[in-house]
Nanobody, 124 residues
């Protein structure tokens, strides 16, 4: 079955960088778009970034598009989220998600498969 496992979270200071990884298994990775979402305590899950199956198309939430970069390595069945210039408001659990058909989307409901998440904490 489809399995997504996030890693790379941690506690950093404002201005630092982190790179999250999401290792996928159980399906043909390259035909699925991948997304990163986050959820802060007491808030709804929100879109962060997405990348198409082939990697040629990306889409970002406005508050991160100049600081975060999503990428994928289809040979390794892995999607990444490079996060630079982190801010305290980026603190959240970060989830990766897979969407069949390969097109990017910011809608949570478009993603059928989800990982368990990795915690990112940014202190001021």
């Amino acid at each position: 079955q489809v399995q997504l496992v996030e890693s790379g979270g941690g506690t950093v200071q404002a201005g630092d960088s982190l790179r999250l990884s999401c290792a996928a298994s159980g399906y043909t990775f390259s035909v699925y778009a991948m997304g990163w979402f986050r959820q802060a305590p007491g808030k709804e899950r929100e879109f962060v970034a997405a990348i198409s199956g082939g990697g040629s198309s990306t889409y970002y939430e406005n508050s991160v598009k100049d600081r975060f970069t999503i990428s994928r390595d289809n040979a390794k069945n892995t999607v990444y989220l490079q996060m630079n210039s982190l801010k305290p408001e980026d603190t959240a659990v970060y989830f990766c998600a897979a969407r069949r058909l390969g097109k990017v989307s910011a809608a949570t409901d478009d993603y059928a498969h989800w990982g368990l998440g990795t915690q990112v904490t940014v202190s001021s």
